[in-house]
């Protein structure tokens, strides 16, 4: 859509499992990159999911260096995604997308094993941040016990530190919200929990039941609203198909002007191999 990769277009792949504040310090390192390639003073970022905290973050914190201009958060779960629990509970990988989770837990397999951990619950729960700990929801109520009575949760320490400095964000930084809908109403948002039958998996108690909201498969609808309100703009999709379906929406956001052409090439992923040395 007239960008360049590498000269006015630029992508920030980060590993999904550190913290938020490890992969704003190379945030902003790639920002001072970019101004030194493209001599610039400031960029726009296109915050996908989690991409948004680590935007956010470094934003709000002492680094930065006014060099946002424009942030447009994609799907970000501001109240954090429910099925990061069962992750970092019970040591399962659950995101919607079965190839993908099942990539993400042979490796976090291969992790726990190679870090020496019982299990790779054990291992997460070594780690002193992972971001399966701070994404975990910070909202009051998604266990309950079978009568319905809420129970005990994890604890997040960085989603409520981030959401109370959120102000400075909005300030330093033209910002946009976009909310994703696949209208099947399948997001899970509430666990049912029963005390573990393995332990010590499951310490705050083993799912057994799912109740959904709308939203993006991932996440739901209440995650983004109960921070923001209604979203500044909204997209039929899946969370991992928010990048594709709102192109034109990001496009506008920050040329002010719809693209001139929209590419929308599919590229499925149908089998894994994996190949490992010794």
């Not at 260096?65 to 069962?86: C, E």
């Not at 921070?227 to 594709?244: K, L, M």
Request: include cysteine; hydrophobic fraction near 40%; charged fraction near 15%.
């Amino acid at each position: 859509n007239g960008y360049t990769l590498n000269q006015t277009f630029f992508t920030f792949p980060y590993n999904w499992e550190d913290s938020m504040a490890a992969n704003a310090s190379l945030l902003a390192a790639k920002i001072a990159s970019i101004k030194a390639t493209c001599g610039c003073s400031r960029v726009d970022i296109i915050a996908h999911g989690t991409g948004g905290f680590i935007a956010a973050h470094y934003i709000e914190s002492a680094a930065y260096q006014n060099d946002v201009d424009q942030l447009l958060f994609m799907g970000t779960p501001f109240y954090g995604i429910p099925l990061a629990y069962k992750t970092l509970e019970g040591g399962q990988v659950s995101f919607g997308n079965p190839l993908a989770d099942g990539l993400a837990q042979v490796l976090l397999n291969q992790e726990a094993k190679d870090a020496g951990a019982a299990s790779v619950f054990s291992y997460l729960q070594a780690k002193p941040s992972t971001a399966f700990k701070e994404i975990i929801p910070v909202f009051n109520d998604y266990l309950y016990d079978s009568n319905f009575a809420t129970q005990p949760m994890p604890q997040n320490t960085f989603l409520p530190t981030m959401l109370l400095h959120y102000g400075d964000v909005l300030q330093r930084a033209m910002t946009r919200t976009l909310l994703a809908d696949d209208s099947q109403f399948n997001t899970p948002s509430i666990f049912v929990v029963e005390p573990s039958s393995q332990p010590p998996l499951w310490p705050h108690g083993q799912p057994v039941q799912e109740f959904p909201e709308s939203g993006d498969g991932v996440v739901p609808r209440s995650s983004i609203e109960s921070q923001v309100g209604p979203a500044d703009y909204e997209v039929a999709a899946s969370h991992r198909t928010i990048p594709t379906a709102a192109q034109s929406t990001a496009f506008n956001f920050l040329n002010n002007k719809n693209p001139s052409s929209v590419v929308t090439n599919s590229y499925p992923v149908n089998c894994v191999l994996f190949v490992t040395t010794s």
